[in-house]
Structures are given as structure tokens and as C-alpha cells.
């Protein structure tokens, strides 16, 4: 009765091992094919642009073309500027980008060449003709715009939607962070300055002179950097004639003009600006235009810029 009381349990038992591998193998295949699932939908992803369409990705883009060199320069921040196929005239940082076809000066952009080389999507921008972008769409191809960003917080937006476009989430927050720390770095340098250096900004040389008022990006960029813009009390993109320069008279002036023979000579130069303190102490400085212009990666740098430019002794 023992034997055959041990062979009925081993019986069982053995039924209850076959049972449970079978119950292993289907789970197994119903698990893989769950994650099958899994991966195809993530595979196909939505982001919404800034003029609030929602746009379908069924794959990660291979091939992009940028309308506008500041999110150039976010592609290649992120990693992915190898997937651009097409650029504007002004794309030049990093030096990669200067390779890259150029379809568009940045205002107009040659529609027949972006459909000839069926990026997976284009990159555009909200300035300019807003029908202008209707012939890439009807041509089938993603078009995914970008407001011009005016502030540091637009910048840190742009580069979380390019990033969700280019399925790098993770890159995107890094990068933000990046930028946060460096602007947090200087501003740690100058946060002791108690009286702020008075400072006129000339993005325009003369005949037609113009400067940057508030709600523009270049206001943020003076602020983060402890100084004080003499014409903040103007709105946007303002155009000055000398005599207010003169009466500004500030402390230190900054020119981002790269296109005269020599912009600091030229303002040195300038009749009836003697007077200005600026002038009288050669506190006239260059500071790269496209890194303190772009509303791109590189605004930490821009800050780090002005704060040099004006306050050197702080930087030794």
C-alpha cells in the first residue's frame, strides 16, 4: 500500500509539473506578445506643436530638415544633428552644421527642394507667411513649428518638444538642466554686484542705430547677467538716434554688429559721444552675435558673455 500510495502522489505530482509548464509557456507567450504590443505603440507617439496641432510620429524621424538655425542647434545638442538633411544659410555652429544643405535663408526657403529630399519631418518657425508652409504639408511631409521663443523659458520649451519630436525625452531634460547650472554659475559670480553697470546694447550700427528694449530675449539675457539695460524702457526691437544714446549715458556698451569693417572703432569714433562714460574709458565690447542673438542651448554662454564683458575683475 506504501508503493502505491507514493506512485499515486509522484503521479500527482508530475501532472502538476506539466500543468505548471504549460501554464509557464503560455504565460511566457502571452507576456512577449504584451510587450509586442507594448513596443508597437510606443513605437507611434504625438506631440503637439506651437500652433497647437497634434502630429502623429509612427517612427523616430531619420531625416529632418531646420528652418531656423537656433534649433539647428538644439538637434545637434541633442545628439541627433546627424538626421538633418537640410539647413538655412545661417546655420554655422557646431561646425557639422556648415556641411549641411542649405534650403532656406531663414525667411524664405525653397519648398521644391525640402520635398525633393522627403525629410521625415521639417523643423519650421511661426515668423513669416503662415500659407508658406502648405505646400510641404499637402506634399505629405510633417511640418512642425516652433514659436520664436523670446524668453528663457520658451528656450527650455523648445527643447523639450524637439525633444519629445526626436523621442530623447531624457536628453532634453539634461540638457535643460545643463543650461540652468550654467546661468546659475554666473549669476552666483555676479549676485554681490550692489549698484548694476548701466549698459546700452546696439544690435544695429549707424545710420539706422537699434537696441533691444524689454520682452525681448536679450532684456532676460541682461538681467540673469546683473545689468542694466538704459533702454529697458522700451518695448521690443527699438530704434534710437544718438542723441538718446548720449543722454542714456551708460556705463559700458555692447555690440553684437559682426557685418562693418570695425563696429567698436566705428562707435569709439562717433561725433559728440565723448561725453558718454562708455566712450571715455573704451568700455566698448564686442560679444559674438549668434550666441547672444540664438534663443538655443547656448544662452548660458550668452550670459556668461555680458557678465564678462562688463564685469571682468569677477571672472579672474
Known amino acids: 500500500m506504501k508503493k502505491v500510495f507514493n506512485f499515486q502522489w509522484l503521479s500527482v505530482l ?11 509557456a503560455e504565460d511566457t507567450k502571452n ?3 504584451s510587450q509586442d ?8 507617439y504625438k506631440v503637439t ?3 497647437g496641432v497634434e502630429i502623429e510620429f509612427k517612427e523616430v524621424p531619420k531625416t529632418v530638415v531646420s528652418l531656423q538655425p537656433s534649433n539647428t542647434e538644439i538637434l545637434f545638442a541633442l545628439g541627433v544633428g546627424d538626421k538633418i538633411v537640410g539647413a538655412t544659410e545661417y546655420d554655422t ?22 520635398i525633393a529630399l522627403k525629410p521625415d519631418v521639417v523643423i519650421a518657425y511661426t515668423i513669416g507667411d503662415k500659407d508658406a508652409l502648405k505646400p510641404l504639408e499637402d506634399a505629405g511631409i510633417k511640418v512642425f513649428v516652433i514659436q520664436s521663443a523670446t524668453t528663457f523659458d520658451d528656450v527650455y520649451g523648445d527643447i523639450e518638444q524637439i525633444a519629445a519630436v526626436m523621442d530623447v525625452p531624457d536628453k532634453g531634460n539634461k540638457l535643460n538642466e545643463e543650461i540652468k547650472a550654467k ?31 524689454s520682452s525681448t530675449f536679450q532684456q532676460e539675457i541682461l538681467d540673469a547677467a546683473n545689468v542694466n539695460n538704459v533702454f529697458s ?11 538718446d544714446v548720449i543722454a542714456k549715458n551708460p556705463d559700458v556698451i555692447l555690440t553684437t554688429v559682426n557685418y562693418t569693417e570695425d563696429p567698436i572703432g566705428e562707435i569709439l569714433g562717433r561725433d559728440g559721444w565723448n561725453t ?19 534663443p538655443g542651448p547656448r544662452i548660458g554662454e550668452a550670459v556668461e558673455l555680458v557678465a564678462k564683458a562688463v564685469y571682468p575683475e569677477l571672472f579672474k
Open 14 to 24: 508530475l501532472l502538476a509539473l506539466v500543468l505548471a509548464g504549460c501554464g509557464t
Open 31 to 33: 507576456k512577449d506578445a
Open 37 to 44: 504590443t507594448q513596443q508597437a505603440e510606443k513605437t507611434s
Open 49 to 51: 506643436d506651437d500652433r
Open 93 to 114: 555652429y557646431p561646425e557639422e552644421a556648415q556641411k549641411i544643405e542649405r534650403v532656406s535663408d531663414t525667411m524664405n526657403f525653397n519648398s521644391e527642394r525640402i
Open 183 to 213: 546661468i546659475a554659475e554666473v549669476q552666483t559670480k555676479v549676485k554681490d554686484v550692489k549698484t548694476p553697470k548701466n549698459v546700452y546694447l546696439e544690435v544695429s550700427p549707424k545710420p539706422d542705430i537699434y537696441t533691444a528694449g
Open 233 to 243: 524702457d522700451l518695448n521690443s526691437w527699438a530704434k534710437v538716434n544718438e542723441e
Open 276 to 294: 558718454v562714460k562708455a566712450i571715455q574709458n573704451k568700455a566698448v565690447l564686442s560679444i559674438d552675435t549668434d550666441i547672444s542673438n540664438r
